[in-house]
Nanobody, 125 residues
Framework: QLQASGGGLAQAGGFLRLSCVVP????????TGWFRQAPGKEREFVGG????????YYADSVKGRFTISRDNAKNTVYLQMNSLKPEDTAVYYC????????????????????WGQGTQVTVSS
């Protein structure tokens, strides 16, 4: 139900912006998180934004480089990725958290109910 897009190939130090379109009935009430999964590794939390956009959360590995935002008019959550590193290479997923009105974005994937299909990000050195 979630549509993630915007992935592609970037050079180290470059940038990409991912988008996640969320169905309106979900977008208005639930927090959205971003996860990524590199080959041979477990899915890891990248960051998230609360249901009303009031709070954002980031993994230490991306803090200061990635920014999450929401566009209420478009039911879209963005992941702006700057200063990309080769270790950012992964499939990126967006997902919505399971508790309506929650300002918390848990770092565990099982607490998210709906997932996008994933978009590949490849960063070359």
């Amino acid at each position: 139900q979630l549509q993630a897009s915007g992935g592609g190939l970037a050079q180290a130090g470059g940038f990409l912006r991912l988008s996640c379109v969320v169905p309106e009935r979900i977008f208005r009430s639930y927090a959205t998180g971003w996860f990524r999964q590199a080959p041979g590794k477990e899915r890891e939390f990248v960051g998230g934004i609360s249901w009303n956009g009031g709070r954002t959360y980031y993994a230490d590995s991306v803090k200061g480089r990635f920014t999450i935002s929401r566009d209420n008019a478009k039911n879209t959550v963005y992941l702006q990725m700057n200063s990309l590193k080769p270790e950012d290479t992964a499939v990126y997923y967006c997902a919505t958290e399971g508790i309506a009105g929650s300002s918390w974005c848990p770092a565990t994937a099982y607490e998210y109910d709906y997932w996008g299909q994933g978009t590949q990000v490849t960063v070359s050195s």
